[in-house]
């Protein structure tokens, strides 16, 4: 009763908010999804880009550095009318709405969009992150799975069509950042029944996932990473494992938890700084561990930026002094400690 009371009141503020955004758009605007856009970015952005149209608003949408793989590769197996880029060009913005993001330092190189356009918006579903302080709207929704949930509670609401493909999209983007719906938000299943009834193809879905094989480069540096790792035991049972690699440090993570340890921290190097990528295990959270805390503390001690999620977070460092190298020694001399303290804490409670 009281959970479907707090889901027709949050349903009734995003349409709201989503009709006050609507009245202030220009008409030059841009869609932004974050770098290397995951498909709940990229189906949101497209999402959101088909429902502006049918107000006749039309956008450009931007990912930085462009999809990333899965999402292209979905992308390449629908026909979608909207066309993407992944710079954006030089000239007058009127409004840029960015997506799924939640720091500004995840729209490298356009970090400086909101004071280059006259309105700028944020719609997301991350709870930490200094995007949303900087904008002039946010429409920020932690009980939604995912920025496709939201995009496609917005359609439900005010029953705007969607093309099959398109729902295909926001189907996909749902599906993935639920986990396969194990982690569910407060509109997901309502908003994947709209989807179904807009002509979703599951099937596209269960295809992707059977071929989802990774390619040489990601099985190659899961070894690299493998070939540098170093871990600890704490807590009695809790192992934290602590590697750099050049790239896919996301997937490598995530592999580190599927290998049964508990705190995946792996440290990349990018040309503005370094980027670490945290997963952490159930066995984890159930301790006390989260992984966005983790990301906060490494941002508060490097200067950086971190957020995301219980289960996986990640952090940004720009610098010139770290190495990703450098960061994972010094991280696993001061992580295993930090966390220590977090399950100790915990357990100190449940006594
Ligand atoms: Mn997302």
Do not use: W
Not at 81 to 90: A, G
Request: with cysteine; glycine share 6%; charged share 25%.
């Amino acid at each position: 009763m009281h959970e479907e009371y707090l889901r027709r009141k949050l349903e009734y503020q995003l349409t709201l908010e989503f009709d006050t955004l609507l009245h202030k758009l220009g008409k030059r605007n841009i869609i932004l999804g974050h770098a290397n856009a995951d498909l709940d970015a990229v189906g949101a952005a497209i999402g959101l880009a088909e429902i502006l149209e049918t107000y006749g608003v039309s956008s450009k949408i931007v990912f930085p550095e462009g999809p990333s793989r899965v999402a292209r590769e979905l992308l390449a197996k629908l026909d979608i009318k909207y066309s993407y880029s992944s710079k954006i060009t030089p000239g007058v913005i009127d409004s840029v709405i960015i997506v799924d993001t939640a720091n500004p330092v995840q729209l490298h190189p356009h970090t400086e969009i909101i004071d280059d356009s006259g309105y700028a918006v944020v719609i997301d579903h991350h709870k930490e992150g200094k995007l949303k302080d900087i904008v002039d709207t946010a429409i920020v929704l932690p009980e939604a799975s995912s920025t496709s949930e939201i995009i496609a509670t917005i359609a439900r609401n005010l029953s705007i069509p969607l093309n099959p493909n398109v729902a295909t999209l926001l189907y996909a983007g749902i599906i993935s950042d639920t986990a396969g719906l194990r982690n569910p938000g407060v509109f997901t299943f309502r908003a994947l029944d709209y989807l179904y009834e807009n002509g979703a193809n599951v099937n596209v879905l269960r295809e992707l996932q059977d071929t989802r094989q990774p390619d040489l480069s990601e099985r190659i540096a899961l070894f690299k990473a493998l070939s540098r790792l170093s871990y600890a035991r704490i807590c009695k049972d809790i192992i934290i494992a602590i590697t750099h690699i050049g790239s896919h440090e996301s997937q490598i993570a995530r592999k580190l938890i599927e290998l049964s340890g508990d705190v995946a921290v792996v440290v990349k190097d990018t040309d503005i700084g370094v980027r670490i990528a945290i997963r952490v295990s159930k066995r984890a959270l159930e301790n006390g561990i989260r992984a966005n805390e983790i990301a906060l503390y490494i941002a508060e001690k490097y200067s950086g930026e971190g957020g995301g999620h219980d289960a996986a977070a990640m952090t940004t460092i720009k610098t010139m002094e770290l190495t990703a190298e450098r960061l994972s020694e010094q991280l696993g001399r001061s992580l295993p400690g930090k966390i220590a303290r977090l399950c100790t804490a915990r357990r100190k409670k449940l006594e």
